[in-house]
């Protein structure tokens, strides 16, 4: 049976592997350059290159580990257009050089422009405390 959100998975797998090389270029390949984003760090931002200043700057330096549930992703696409849920985790290191659990959730909402998946929005956050 075919997987039929497999290039989004793929797409989750490129955006996890350029989160842990802290390689900003491969993540704004994967992304169209109006997304809009928010997320634990970043409460509401539009454009890449604001998120890459307001976000992923800030964030991708600080853990390791980075790395998306792709197996368990849920979504969905019709047309040029699809979505995905996903969990990952991560753990964040503190300025001891410590680190600790560090649990979260995305969703993507993506846009296939030229034969390509690209995300135009995302939301990444940190699991909420049980």
Do not use: Y
Request: net charge positive; with cysteine; hydrophobic share 40%.
């Amino acid at each position: 049976m075919s997987d039929p959100i497999a290039p989004l998975r793929a797409w989750l797998a490129d955006l996890h592997t350029a989160v842990r090389n802290q390689d900003f270029e491969a993540g704004k390949k994967l992304c169209a350059p109006d997304m809009v984003a928010f997320g634990t760090v970043a409460p509401f931002v539009t454009g890449i290159e604001e998120i890459k200043r307001a976000q992923w700057e800030h964030v991708w330096p600080s853990i390791k580990g980075f790395t998306i549930d792709t197996a368990n992703a849920r979504g969905g696409i019709v047309g040029d257009h699809g979505w995905v849920a996903a969990t990952w985790d991560s753990r964040g290191l503190r300025p001891d050089g410590t680190d600790f659990d560090r649990p979260g959730r995305c969703t993507v909402i993506f846009a296939r422009r030229n034969g390509r998946w690209l995300a135009t929005h995302t939301h990444f956050s940190l699991s909420p405390l049980r």
